[in-house]
């Protein structure tokens, strides 16, 4: 097997406020699946190289960087995850796709849900990884405290500048997250997210872009309820540790519990011995998903 990431095509697909950046891997079948497949939320659309890799053709990948990150980056505000969510169901209408089974990791699970609920046409079924289940604020918790516990060292990133790659690799491969695991397509993911010269490399993502987001990833009623509402079958993966390969990660089995999700609805799946990263690039993580994405549920078509 080739260690180069697997290839894919450059589109440019026109939203308000500009022109999202969108990736698609090619299916070597006609008659295959079609999936879109949404990134976090200082992350882009290489986020899902592994799964494009292990994949191998087996359904068309579609991942756009949205708005306010990677080459999407100059698309204009407002952000939040209506405007993303909107954003996804002009691109899969503009591309002529028809109804896609539709995947989202950690932010990208929440704007996934919403999709699906304000645009039901156009989504199939749904896969969420390691996000769209919130939960209340703890008492006396203000919303940029709680950005800056979850994001932590992702938001930091953000002022930060680096003399060239080579040093913004080496800040990744340090990761607690990627420590063991570092692979080409992280390496294409990350690299992806640089602009500007030597010596004064840094992140491609609108801080705006981002503060926005996660305040409503955090407090968004609509977003929030999204999950609860849904017009289609879903899955939820969910990661054992955290995005600092933490012990406790996002989700528990008691968290889960606690959200009240409809078990008709929405599955919910542990993948062991992932963190909120690995669970998407990691071999393992992104062999789970990539099951879930060629698996046939009886409420949806075939694949």
């Excluded at 990627?178 to 491609?204: H, K, N």
């Excluded at 939820?236 to 012990?247: C, F, H, Q």
Aim: charged fraction near 20%.
């Amino acid at each position: 097997m080739s260690h180069e990431p697997f290839s894919y095509e450059e589109l440019n697909v026109s939203v308000p406020g500009g022109e999202l950046a969108v990736l698609r891997w090619p299916a070597a079948d006609t008659g295959a699946p079609t999936v879109v497949a949404l990134h976090g939320i200082t992350a882009n659309a290489l986020a899902w190289g592994a799964v494009a890799r292990q994949l191998g053709g087996r359904a068309t990948l579609i991942a756009p960087d949205l708005r306010g990150r990677g080459a999407s980056r100059t698309v204009q505000g407002p952000y939040g995850l209506a405007r993303h969510a909107d954003d996804v169901a002009e691109l899969i209408t503009a591309l002529g796709l028809g109804p896609v089974r539709l995947a989202g990791h950690s932010m990208g699970a929440w704007v996934a849900a919403l999709t699906a609920v304000r645009h039901p046409e156009v989504v199939e079924r749904l896969l969420l990884v390691d996000g769209a289940v919130s939960f209340p604020l703890p008492p006396g918790v203000h919303e940029d405290e709680a950005l800056a516990a979850v994001l932590g060292p992702a938001l930091a990133r953000l002022s930060m500048t680096f003399p060239d790659r080579s040093a913004y690799r080496a800040f990744w491969q340090r990761h607690p997250a990627f420590v063991g695991a570092w692979s080409a397509e992280s390496d294409a993911y990350t690299q992806r997210d640089l602009i500007g010269t030597e010596p004064g490399l840094r992140s491609s993502c609108v801080l705006a872009a981002v503060q926005e987001d996660g305040r409503q990833v955090l407090l968004d009623a609509e977003a929030a309820a999204a999950v609860h509402l849904l017009p289609c079958p879903a899955e939820l993966l969910w990661a054992e540790r955290g995005l600092l390969d933490e012990p406790q990660g996002l989700y528990d089995a008691k968290r889960i519990e606690l959200a009240g999700l409809d078990p008709a609805k929405v599955s919910a799946v542990l993948v062991p011995d992932t963190n909120h990263y690995s669970i998407l690039a990691g071999r393992s993580g992104a062999a789970a998903v990539v099951g879930r994405l060629l698996a046939n549920r009886s409420t949806g078509s075939a694949g």
